[in-house]
């Protein structure tokens, strides 16, 4: 019986991706949002088959396609983390970045990933260094991630999301050590500097510049250990 009805959930997410194929981006909007309303009908947690099509989405060579279906993996992950949590989620959204994805949807998948990790700051989740979202999402060297990345980062200061200074740290550490993109590195702190001194919550304003400040102190270095 549960083989029977796995293969049926199967079939029936198979042809939900089918339909998102149709040459016409309106209708592949109105797919994708069918496909994700059927996750909701699944039970509880997802099976292996639904992150097979969600990945089969977030690759889709469709723009309308796989960015939409990044905003709504964030969404789902975000209200629903008994069907998929974040911790799960973010891996399917940081996969497609490794295949050199356009800098559009890379930017799609960059905010999906700043939405998503900024819900689970706020329900206490912390990243390892290893794990950390932003730096795999740098490290992957896809166009149009440094600027998104650094946009994002600033967002967060300037929205003082829950443990957003300890977050950040690696980043921004990674992002200062990085070889041969300085250029980034100082945008990225400039940007979230502004988003500090601007931000309406003194306490994560002063911890973020303090921050910076340190960081300060490792500009470069890897640039300096590889000559």
């Known amino acids: 019986m549960a083989s029977s ?16 194929r149709v040459p ?3 209708l592949q909007r109105h797919a994708v949002a069918a496909f994700f309303r059927h996750l909701l009908s699944l039970p509880a947690p997802l099976p292996a088959a639904a992150h097979d099509a969600v990945s089969a989405l977030l690759t889709s060579p469709h723009p309308a396609v796989s960015s939409h279906a990044a ?26 970045l490794a295949a ?14 700043a ?3 900024a819900c689970a700051l706020r329900s206490g989740s912390r990243f390892p260094p290893r794990d950390h979202p932003f730096v795999q999402a740098l490290a992957s ?8 990345l650094s946009r994002q980062a600033a967002r967060m200061v300037a929205e003082g999301v829950d443990g957003v200074v ?9 992002s200062v050590v990085r070889k041969g993109d300085a250029a980034f590195a100082r945008d990225l702190i400039g940007a979230m500097a502004a988003a500090a001194a601007a931000a309406g919550k003194p306490g994560v304003a002063i911890a973020v510049l303090k921050m ?12 300096d250990q590889q000559g």
């Open 5 to 20: 009805t796995a293969a049926s959930n199967s079939a029936a997410l198979s042809r939900l991706v089918d339909r998102t």
């Open 24 to 26: 016409d981006p309106t």
């Open 71 to 96: 905003a709504s993996l964030a969404r789902l992950a975000a209200s629903h983390q008994d069907l998929i949590s974040p911790g799960l989620a973010l891996p399917l959204l940081l996969a497609p």
């Open 100 to 113: 050199s994805p356009s800098p559009r949807l890379a930017s799609c998948l960059l905010k999906a990933i």
């Open 115 to 117: 939405a998503l990790t």
């Open 141 to 148: 060297g896809a166009d149009g991630t440094g600027t998104e």
């Open 166 to 174: 300890v977050f950040l740290r690696p980043f921004v550490m990674f």
């Open 212 to 223: 910076l400040e340190e960081s300060m102190l490792h500009f470069g270095r890897g640039d």
